[in-house]
C-alpha cells in the first residue's frame, strides 16, 4: 500500500460488532495514547468521509483517498457504521479521559484547536467553554490538579466562560488556566474591524463597516492603543430646566443621532475659567441625551432625575443637605464637554460609532494605517464569570492571561453614570428618593450606602481560593477585576491593571454591611501588584477599591498616574455629618503597607493616596493598619492619607508622605458611635515621614507622636524607599507594555485668566504618558502662534504667562509632548478676553501658621480673601532672623475656587532658634501685604 500518512492506523476488525474489542486490544498503550488515537480516528471520518469514506484494507482503518491499488482489496464501510463507530468512540473518550486526569494531568487550548479533540498537546481543544465541560467530566475522578495549558495566541470569547461551584477545584487541588511557558496569551470578547477605507480627506476621516457581532461599545482599540469617543466643548451655552436644557441656538438640533449624544461633568478643582461641575470634586456624571427639539435639549432619564434631583433630608432633620450625605443635590449647569457625536469627528485619536447607519467612523493618528492595524471593538460585558453561593466556587488559579476588550453598555443607556463616588452610582426610577438612603427619609432602601456598583469585566462572588498570578488586565470598558461579596482567601499577585475604563480592581461590597462570617468578604490579598492608567472613562474610579471586608492585605503595589485616588478602602461613615453613628459593619484587621503611590488625582480632587471611610474595626487593636507606604506627587487638593467620614480605629505608623496638595493627613472627625461626639474618632499617627508637621499630642481619641518633618524624600530611611513597591522579584512587570511606544494623553481642563496685555494658562497634564515621560507642553492661542513650556517649568510653576491682545478674545490649547511625539490637542480654554484695567495687589493671607521640625518649619497659609483682580501665583515666605526669602509656588499654590488652605517646608533653619515668618501673596501686580507667623523654636536635628 502507497501514500504515506503521519499517524499510525488503527487496527480493527471489518465486521463491525467487534470494533470496538479489537480497537482497544490493538493498542497496548496508555489509556491516555487511546484517547488521542481514538479522538484522531473520530477526526479523520469527519474530515474525510464527506468526500470519499473511509475503508479498512490488511484489517487497518485508513482514509479511501490514501489508498491507490490496493483499493480493491479494501472493505469499504457503510455511513451506518461510521456513525456507530463514531458514537463508540464518544462514549469511551470521556471514561478513558477521566481515567487519565484521576493521576492528575494537562489539558491543551489552542487557538487553532478543534472542540471535537480531545485535548492533548497534540490534539488541542480550541474554547475555554470545551475545557470547562472538559474538566467538569474530570473532577469526578481527580487526585491532582488540573491543568489548563492555553497555547500562543488570542482567543476569542462569543459568550462569556461562566464558572460556578461544579468548576472548582477538587479535593484541595486546583484548576489552573495557564498560559503555555513563555507564551502570550490573550482572552478576548472583541472583535477585529477591516475594511476601512479613506471617506474625507479634509478631516482624514476612515470608516468601517461594523462586524457583525457589534451592536454597540464604548471602545476603540487601534494596535493596542485605546481611541477615545469624539468630544468637544458644547457649541452653546445652556439654561437649565426641569427636564433638561434650553440651548442658546438651534445649532445642535441638526445633529446625527442626539440619543447617543451624552453630556460629561467633570468635578476637580475650580479654578480661573474652568468649574467643579461634577457631584463633588470627587466624580464626573455623564447623562445621555433624550432628544434635541430646537433649541429645547431633553436629557435621558432616570439619569438626568438621579443626577439633579437628589432628595434632601426631611425639614425636621435640622440639617439641610442631600440625603445621601455625600455630595451635592444636582450637577452644576454647564457640562464640561460634551461626547460621542458625528459633528465632532476630525480629531486624531477619536473615533464614532454610527449605529443607525452600522458604521464606526476614525481619525486615525500620524503613525496608524488603518489597512494593516490591528483594530479591535469590545462586545462582550464579561470575560469570565464565576458565580459561587452557599456553596462557594472555589480552588481556581488563573495565571499568565491577559484578559482585554470588553466593554460595558450601561452608561449608554437612558440610566446613564450618575455617579455618587468611586464609580458608584445612583440608579433606577426615583433612585435619587429612595436607594441606599436607609431610614433618612421615607421609603429609603437600606442599608444605607447601597448605591450600584459598577460591574468587573472579570468578576467573582462568593468565592475561595481564587488566585489571579501573573496577569494581565488591559483594555477594558468597565472594572477590571471585581472580587466582590463573598470572597475569601483569594490572591492577586504580580499581575498589571491598566487602560481600564472604570476601577482597577475592586473587593467585596456595600450592600452587605453585616452578615455570617461565612459569607464575608474576608481574608484576601493584593501584593506586588502595578496599577497605572485605570478610571481612563470613568474618572472617578480607583485603583484599588475595597468595600466592607476583613483581614484583607494590600501590600507591594505601585499605583501610579491616575485620575483620582490610588487606594480607597471602607464605606458608610457619612452619618456622622448629621451626628449619628456610622453603618456598623464587619470590617476589622485591614492592612495597608509598603505601597508606593504616586502621580494621582491628575484630574479630580478631594480625595487621597490611601482613602478610608467608615468604621474600620471594633478597636485600635483591630482596626485599619497603614504602614511603610510612600505617597507623593498629588495634583488636585486632598491629602495623602485621608481618614474622611466615620472613619474609625485606623493606625498610620512609617508612612512616607511628600508633595502633597493641601494636607499629608486628613482630618479628624467627631466621633458618634458613642452616641454624644464630645471626642474623635481613634486615629493613631505615628512615626511617619511627612510635611504637614502636626505637632505631638494625644487628645480626644487622637495620638500624633515621633512625626518626623522633611523637605526632600532622601532625608528618608532608604530601607523605607526600597521597601516601598513592588518586591525584586516582581520588578519586571513594569517593563510590560501593551501598545507601541505613543505620544502621551492630552492633558486636560485648560483653564484660562485675561490680565491686562497677558493671559494666564493653566491645565491638568496627561494621566497616560504613552510610555515616557511628558518632556514639554505646547501652548497655542487662538489668536496664533505657539509657546513651548518644558515639563519641569510647568512642574515648579503650575501656569504660563502668555502676551495677549487686550480687546482681542482668545482661548487657549495645549499639547504634550514626550520621546514619542506631540499628543493630540486638548479641548480649548473658555474664551477670555485681556484688557486694560487696573489690577491692585492682593491682601494678606487671612492666616499664617508655622509647625517646627528638624532644622525646618512647615509654613501654612490661607489665601488672600480678595487677590486684588488677578490671580494669586505664588507666596513669598521670609525667616525672621536674617531674611531669608522662599518663594512658594506651583500648582498648589494658586488659589482654587472655595477655602484653600496650603503649605511647604522651609529648610535650612538653624536648631535652637526662635523664629517668625511673613507670608505674603503675588499676582501679576506684584507682592502684597504679608501675614507674620506664631514665634517657633526650631528643636535641635536628629539623625
Not at 455511513?79 to 489539558?107: C, D, H, M, N, T
Not at 528638624?854 to 532672623?881: I, L, N, Y
Request: proline share 7%; hydrophobic share 35%; aromatic share 8%.
Amino acid at each position: 500500500m502507497q501514500g504515506g500518512h503521519d499517524v499510525p492506523p488503527v487496527k480493527l476488525d471489518s465486521r463491525f460488532p467487534r470494533v470496538l474489542a479489537n480497537l482497544k486490544a490493538a493498542i497496548p498503550e496508555s489509556p491516555h495514547t487511546l484517547v488521542s488515537r481514538a479522538a484522531r480516528l473520530r477526526d479523520f471520518a469527519g474530515w474525510d468521509f464527506a468526500h470519499e469514506g473511509f475503508c479498512t484494507a490488511e484489517n487497518e482503518l485508513f482514509p479511501i483517498k490514501w489508498l491507490n491499488a490496493t483499493r480493491n482489496r479494501c472493505v469499504i464501510l457503510s455511513v451506518k457504521s461510521i456513525a456507530q463507530l463514531l458514537s463508540i468512540a464518544a462514549i469511551i473518550i470521556p471514561i478513558l479521559s477521566s481515567r487519565s486526569w484521576a493521576a492528575g494531568a494537562e489539558l491543551f487550548l489552542s487557538p487553532n484547536g478543534n472542540d471535537a479533540n480531545p485535548g492533548t498537546r497534540q490534539l488541542p481543544v480550541k474554547t475555554l467553554q470545551r475545557a470547562r465541560d472538559l474538566v467538569r467530566n474530570m473532577n469526578r475522578h481527580r487526585t491532582a490538579d488540573i491543568t489548563i495549558v492555553l497555547e500562543a495566541g488570542t482567543y476569542r470569547l462569543s459568550q462569556p466562560l461562566n464558572l460556578d461551584t461544579g468548576d472548582s477545584g477538587a479535593g484541595g487541588h486546583n484548576v489552573i488556566y495557564t498560559a503555555a511557558p513563555g507564551q502570550h496569551v490573550i482572552i478576548s470578547g472583541g472583535v477585529r474591524v477591516t475594511g476601512w477605507k479613506l471617506v474625507d480627506a479634509k478631516r482624514n476621516l476612515w470608516s468601517a463597516r461594523a462586524p457583525a457581532a457589534l451592536a454597540n461599545t464604548r471602545q476603540l482599540y487601534i494596535n493596542g492603543l485605546r481611541a477615545c469617543r469624539t468630544m468637544g466643548r458644547l457649541p452653546v451655552t445652556l439654561t437649565k430646566t426641569r427636564t433638561g436644557y434650553i440651548a442658546s441656538s438651534a445649532v445642535m438640533a441638526g445633529w446625527k443621532n442626539p440619543g447617543d449624544i451624552e453630556f460629561v461633568y467633570t468635578g476637580g478643582n475650580g479654578i480661573w475659567s474652568e468649574h467643579s461641575e461634577g457631584l463633588g470634586p470627587w466624580t464626573e456624571p455623564r447623562c445621555p441625551i433624550a432628544a434635541i427639539e430646537d433649541t429645547t435639549i431633553t436629557m435621558a432619564e432616570p439619569c438626568w432625575d438621579n443626577s439633579t434631583k437628589r432628595v434632601m433630608l426631611p425639614p425636621d432633620s435640622r440639617f439641610r443637605r442631600p440625603a445621601n450625605l455625600v455630595g451635592p443635590s444636582s450637577i452644576g449647569k454647564q457640562p464640561e464637554y460634551v461626547e460621542n457625536a458625528y459633528e465632532l469627528l476630525g480629531t486624531p485619536g477619536q473615533f464614532y460609532f454610527d449605529r443607525q447607519t452600522r458604521v464606526i467612523y476614525y481619525t486615525p493618528r500620524p503613525e496608524e494605517n488603518l489597512q494593516k492595524a490591528d483594530v479591535e471593538a469590545p462586545v462582550l460585558e464579561k470575560l469570565i464569570d464565576g458565580q459561587g453561593d452557599d456553596a462557594p466556587i472555589h480552588d481556581i488559579i488563573f495565571k499568565g492571561l491577559q484578559f482585554s476588550y470588553a466593554t460595558w453598555l450601561f452608561p449608554s443607556s437612558g440610566q446613564g453614570f450618575s455617579e455618587i463616588q468611586a464609580n458608584y452610582m445612583v440608579t433606577g426610577p426615583r433612585g435619587y428618593a429612595t436607594q441606599g438612603l436607609g431610614d433618612l427619609v421615607p421609603n429609603g432602601k437600606k442599608p444605607f450606602g447601597d448605591w450600584t456598583k459598577t460591574p468587573g469585566n472579570v468578576s467573582f462572588q462568593y468565592d475561595q481560593n481564587i488566585q489571579f498570578l501573573d496577569d494581565d488586565f488591559v483594555h477594558l470598558g468597565g472594572a477590571g477585576l471585581d472580587l466582590g461579596d463573598g470572597s475569601q482567601s483569594d490572591v492577586v499577585q504580580g499581575c498589571v491593571f491598566t487602560d481600564i475604563s472604570a476601577n482597577g480592581l475592586e473587593l467585596g461590597g456595600v450592600d452587605v454591611p453585616q452578615t455570617a462570617p461565612g459569607q464575608q468578604t474576608r481574608n484576601n490579598r493584593i501584593l506586588d501588584n502595578h496599577i497605572y492608567n485605570v478610571a481612563a472613562e470613568y474618572h472617578g474610579g480607583i485603583g484599588i477599591d475595597v468595600g466592607y471586608a476583613a483581614g484583607t492585605l494590600i501590600a507591594h503595589n505601585q499605583l501610579d498616574h491616575l485620575p483620582y485616588t490610588a487606594i480607597s478602602i471602607g464605606w458608610g461613615g457619612w452619618p456622622d455629618k448629621i451626628h449619628r453613628p456610622g453603618i456598623a459593619n464587619f470590617s476589622q484587621n485591614n492592612r495597608v503597607q509598603d505601597n508606593l503611590i504616586f502621580d494621582y488625582m491628575l484630574l479630580l480632587a478631594d480625595g487621597g493616596g490611601i482613602y478610608t471611610q467608615g468604621k474600620t474595626g471594633p478597636s485600635l487593636a483591630h482596626g485599619e493598619k497603614l504602614s511603610g507606604n510612600v505617597i507623593h506627587g498629588q495634583f488636585g487638593s486632598g491629602h495623602g492619607i485621608y481618614t474622611d467620614n466615620g472613619c474609625d480605629n485606623v493606625t498610620a505608623d512609617g508612612n512616607v508622605l511628600f508633595h502633597i496638595n493641601f494636607d499629608n493627613w486628613g482630618g479628624r472627625h467627631r466621633d458618634y458611635y458613642d452616641g454624644n461626639g464630645t471626642a474623635d474618632d481613634y486615629f493613631d499617627f505615628e512615626n511617619n515621614y511627612w510635611q504637614q508637621g502636626d505637632q505631638d499630642s494625644s487628645a480626644k481619641n487622637v495620638t500624633l507622636k515621633n512625626n518626623r518633618m522633611i523637605s526632600a524624600l532622601d532625608q528618608v530611611p532608604a530601607a523605607i524607599l526600597d521597601n516601598a513597591g513592588l518586591q525584586p522579584a516582581f520588578r519586571n512587570i513594569l517593563k510590560k507594555r501593551f501598545g507601541p511606544p505613543a505620544a502621551p494623553q492630552p492633558p486636560s481642563r485648560v483653564a484660562a485668566f485675561a490680565g491686562n496685555g497677558f493671559a494666564l494658562v493653566t491645565w491638568n497634564p496627561s494621566i497616560f504618558d504613552g510610555g515616557s515621560p511628558v518632556r514639554s507642553y505646547i501652548i497655542a492661542p487662538s489668536t496664533g502662534g505657539q509657546i513651548k513650556v518644558s515639563s519641569s517649568d510647568y512642574r515648579s510653576q503650575g501656569y504660563a504667562k502668555i502676551p495677549s491682545a487686550n480687546g482681542t478674545p482668545v482661548s487657549f490649547t495645549v499639547w504634550a509632548r514626550n520621546a514619542n511625539g506631540i499628543s493630540s490637542p486638548s479641548l480649548p480654554s473658555a474664551t477670555v478676553t485681556p484688557s486694560a484695567r487696573t489690577i491692585h495687589l492682593p491682601e494678606a493671607p487671612l492666616r499664617a501658621l508655622a509647625l517646627p521640625g528638624d532644622g525646618m518649619a512647615s509654613v501654612h497659609v490661607a489665601a488672600p480673601a480678595r487677590d486684588g483682580g488677578s490671580p494669586v501665583t505664588a507666596f513669598v515666605v521670609t525667616a525672621h532672623p536674617g531674611g531669608r526669602k522662599t518663594i512658594f509656588e506651583g500648582r498648589k499654590f494658586l488659589v482654587l475656587a472655595g477655602r484653600h488652605v496650603t503649605f511647604d517646608v522651609v529648610d535650612g533653619l538653624q536648631p535652637g532658634k526662635t523664629c517668625t515668618f511673613d507670608v505674603a501673596a503675588v499676582n501679576a501686580a506684584g507682592l502684597g501685604p504679608a501675614t507674620t507667623t506664631q514665634p517657633v523654636t526650631i528643636p535641635p536635628t536628629t539623625q
